[in-house]
């Protein structure tokens, strides 16, 4: 089944930009999703459809996708950001919507 | 506002059943599908299932199918998700969330422990 792999930590200094990658086979062909979660709370979308920002969430995140990437891109990061980030597709082909293993972004 | 309010945590034994729930509200219920995700201890989400609140319509991950089972009750906005026999490696958070193939608002979950 078609897997995500993402790096298992991200760190960034406050007000430095963070990226959060997400690689999978041909992925610019699938719609990506974002969400972040923060220890003992539910996720949140922050991102959908590789780049959309639903209501709500702050203009510093912003999403795009690439060949075999897509990013998550986290600007003037702040300490309320550090949380898990876990990218989401739907793979046509089985059905299944697919999460990856999720990013802990830590701000340093 | 879309809410989805989910019942309290649960502690349970191997081999007990189980029905936990999912109450919607601020949106019309049957024009969006809800999904059920896991999250084990510690570890990341993992997609279980949908239903169609419309039609009851519903599809599993292989990794749940035949263990749980997703239900809905339009008359109540409410979707449920129960077992019919508990292992210790049910042990987890579950969470509900408004959505068929990305979910935009999530309740806050129910923690189930199964333990002997």
């Known amino acids: 089944s078609y897997v995500l792999t993402q790096p298992p930590s991200v760190s960034v200094a406050p007000g430095q930009t963070a990226r959060v990658t997400c690689g999978g086979n041909n992925i610019e062909n699938k719609r990506v999703h974002w969400y972040l979660q923060k220890p003992g709370q539910a996720p949140v979308m922050v991102v959908s459809?590789?780049?959309d920002r639903p209501s709500g969430i702050p203009e510093r995140f912003s999403g795009s996708n690439s060949g075999n990437t897509a990013t998550l891109t986290i600007s003037r990061v702040e300490a309320g950001d550090e949380a898990d980030y876990y990218c989401?597709?739907?793979?046509?082909?089985?059905?299944?919507?697919?999460f990856g293993g999720g990013t802990k972004l830590t701000v340093l | 506002e879309v809410h989805l309010v989910q019942s309290g945590a649960e502690v349970k034994k191997p081999g007990e059943s189980l029905t936990i729930s999912c109450k919607a509200s601020?949106?019309?219920?049957?024009?969006?599908?809800i999904t059920w995700v896991r999250q084990l201890p510690g570890r990341g989400l993992e997609w279980m299932g949908r239903i169609d609140p419309t039609n009851s319509y519903t599809s599993y991950s292989p990794s749940f199918q035949g263990h749980v089972f997703i239900s809905t009750d339009k008359t109540t906005n409410t979707s449920s998700l129960q077992w019919r026999s508990l292992k210790t490696s049910d042990t987890a958070i579950y969470y509900c969330a408004r959505g068929a193939s990305w979910f935009d608002a999530w309740g806050p979950g129910t923690l189930v422990t199964v333990s002997s």
């Open positions: 601020g949106y019309q219920f049957t024009g969006n599908w």
């Open positions: 989401q597709v739907w793979d046509s082909s089985s059905d299944l919507r697919i």
């Open positions: 459809h590789n780049s």
